[in-house]
């Protein structure tokens, strides 16, 4: 599992930056990345909508996607990622979606997380978690998820650039 500064690392080695839509983590993301020394280096900013109206109006997730599907969804999650790279003028964006609990949303269960990455060329990677736990431990690994996915995904594309 990939940590901030690792991933912090591969995105100043790449000449990249990101931003982070963050639902359910609440800021949690954000506070983790600018924790690491040297994080404005990569890190442009990020967007807390944590309400369903807020994805639609600050990211431009469809309306008619958030009718149909409601926030805790793949696509949703893909949407913010992309919403939220456009916002801020970021190469790659993370964003999370998901239950934290105590209660289901959407008809969805607790503990089911969306975490997507939109990168260069309109490119989306999404990752589907099934967390258990606690509501702050659904968050914690959240956190780790996405810094994971984002990690993976800039690892990835150094490894098409380079060779």
Same mark, same amino acid.
Request: charged share 20%; net charge negative.
């Given at each position: 599992?990939?940590?901030?500064?690792?991933?912090?690392?591969?995105?100043?080695?790449?000449?990249?930056?990101?931003?982070?839509?963050? $639902?359910?983590?609440?800021?949690?993301?954000?506070?983790?990345?600018? $924790?690491?020394?040297?994080?404005?280096?990569?890190?442009?900013?990020?967007?807390? $909508?944590?309400?369903?109206?807020?994805?639609?109006?600050?990211?431009?997730?469809?309306?008619?996607?958030?009718?149909?599907? +409601?926030?805790?969804?793949?696509?949703?999650?893909?949407?913010?990622?992309?919403?939220?790279?456009?916002?801020? &003028?970021?190469?790659?964006?993370?964003?999370?979606?998901?239950?934290? &609990?105590?209660?289901?949303?959407?008809?969805?269960?607790? &503990?089911?997380?969306?975490?997507?990455?939109?990168?260069? +060329? +309109?490119?989306?990677?999404?990752?589907?978690?099934?967390?258990?736990? $606690?509501?702050?431990?659904?968050?914690?690994?959240?956190?780790?998820?996405?810094?994971?996915?984002?990690? &993976?995904?800039?690892?990835?594309?150094?490894?098409?650039?380079?060779?």
């Amino acid at each position: 599992m990939a940590d901030a500064a690792e991933m912090l690392d591969l995105l100043v080695g790449a000449g990249a930056t990101m931003a982070v839509a963050e $639902s359910l983590t609440g800021g949690l993301i954000g506070a983790t990345i600018t $924790s690491v020394p040297g994080a404005s280096k990569a890190f442009r900013g990020g967007v807390l $909508s944590y309400a369903t109206d807020l994805k639609h109006e600050l990211l431009g997730v469809p309306a008619e996607l958030l009718r149909r599907e +409601g926030a805790v969804h793949p696509e949703v999650a893909g949407a913010m990622a992309a919403g939220v790279a456009r916002l801020c &003028g970021a190469t790659y964006g993370l964003a999370v979606t998901g239950v934290a &609990g105590p209660e289901p949303q959407d008809g969805k269960p607790v &503990g089911t997380v969306y975490v997507a990455v939109a990168g260069p +060329g +309109g490119r989306k990677w999404t990752r589907e978690l099934r967390l258990e736990g $606690s509501r702050e431990r659904i968050r914690v690994e959240t956190v780790d998820e996405a810094v994971d996915l984002l990690s &993976g995904v800039v690892k990835a594309n150094i490894g098409e650039h380079s060779g």
